[in-house]
């Protein structure tokens, strides 16, 4: 039975795979204490921007959301927004949601302090008339805060070699999700250079852009997870695995 620490929060929903990859990467942090779970540094990207009375967007909001529920003391207003109304079924973070599409955000100039996105950039169509609005939106100062997977990542590699029908098998089989989970991706906006000239030629200013890796993709065992290790120590330029970005209007 794999027992985990106090580093990481762990969901009774999650399915074994997903606890796998959670205690693996309770393993890496001990290996390299210096390295923090992608989820963990968009928490604390947000805590150095949170501050009272917050008006926040959350960009394909989803089911849920954590930054929302950890912060909510400081948050006056948290709205998300979405393309289905299936996607947001059981969101209890959002004071509010709406349908709608995210190229043409139906809100007034300078209404947010921040707009996060968590998994959504991936499945842009197109990201810069997207940015352009998450820009449009915030106030003078406000921030953009974004998490997404490196389009060239190892495991988003293997996925384009196999296709698409063969690959959501796969995740099924080795990350336990279910096929109704894995939704169209385009990753027009995910590298770092395609992210930094989209977001600065609508006008944001970059404050951090992390490559984070996270072995715990490959680590199905403990020879794997030394594998894993291995490619990190030596190939660290390939194994990132997110992109976690902080910018300011």
């Given at each position: 039975m794999i027992c985990m620490s106090s580093y990481l929060k762990i969901d009774q929903n999650m399915t074994s795979q997903e606890k796998r990859q959670q205690y693996y990467r309770e393993k890496f942090k001990q290996v390299q204490p210096s390295w923090d779970d992608t989820m963990v540094l968009f928490l604390r990207l947000f805590g150095q921007i949170a501050k009272p009375e917050m008006t926040l967007l959350d960009l394909g909001c989803g089911r849920g959301n954590?930054?929302?529920?950890?912060?909510?003391?400081?948050i006056k207003e948290a709205i998300g927004i979405d393309a289905d109304q299936s996607a947001v079924?059981?969101?209890?973070?959002?004071d509010k949601i709406m349908i709608g599409n995210v190229e043409h955000l139906p809100f007034p100039d300078?209404?947010?302090?921040?707009?996060?996105?968590?998994?959504?950039?991936?499945?842009?169509?197109?990201?810069?008339?997207?940015?352009a609005e998450c820009y449009r939106v915030l106030k003078p100062g406000g921030?953009?805060?974004?998490?997404t997977p490196y389009a060239y990542s190892s495991v988003l590699v293997v996925k384009r070699m196999f296709g698409s029908s063969f690959s959501k098998k796969i995740l099924k089989w080795v990350y336990g999700?279910?096929?109704?989970?894995c939704f169209e991706t385009m990753y027009r906006a995910n590298t770092v250079s395609s992210l930094e000239s989209q977001l600065s030629h609508v006008g944001f200013q970059r404050k951090e852009l992390i490559q984070n890796p996270d072995p715990s993709y490959w680590a199905f065992n403990d020879f794997f997870f030394r594998i894993a290790l291995f490619?990190?120590?030596?190939?660290?330029k390939h194994t990132v695995m997110h992109l976690v970005g902080l910018y300011r209007k």
């Open positions: 954590v930054v929302v529920d950890d912060f909510r003391s400081s079924e059981g969101n209890t973070s959002m300078g209404h947010f302090d921040v707009v996060i996105s968590q998994w959504v950039i991936e499945h842009l169509e197109y990201p810069e008339k997207v940015f921030s953009f805060l974004f998490v999700r279910e096929e109704q989970d490619f990190e120590k030596y190939f660290s």
